[in-house]
């Protein structure tokens, strides 16, 4: 089994990922679902691409499928989601058979991803990733979102 699919598959995962759905049941704006989080892998790994940066496909898509996975505890404890999914990266990618140092390269990004203040390119395309990932202009919740109009996607990004 790929690595990713361990990491997917993961029971502690998927209870984060339920969790996730359960509480975002009723929300009209972005969900933090699997398709957000591949949506931005591919992305991410575009990106990458397209930078010339040689990072393996399976660490973009962990860090894909956990950059917001701390949205859970979040929900539960209001505890701030970058600094849970950091956490949750560290504990869940060595089980699945990522290096250490594959595992602290995502925890950072992760760490990372809510800020283009990040001196790491890995991280900033993780923030550019996640963003573009969202299709504004087709939201019917557009005008109460709490984005930023500028930060919104109001056109087909290619
Ligand atoms: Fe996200």
Known sequence: MKRIDLLFANPEYQNLLEYIKYAERDRKFCRHDIRHFLDMSRLLYI??????LDIDKELIYAIGLL????RAEQYKSGREHHLAGAECAKKLMPLCGFTNEETQRAAEAILSHRSTESGDILARLVYRADKRSRLCFDCPA?????WPREKMNLEIDI
């Open 142 to 146: 557009r005008d109460e979102c709490n």
């Open 67 to 70: 950059h917001d996975i701390g």
């Open 47 to 52: 990106y990458c691409l397209e930078e010339g």
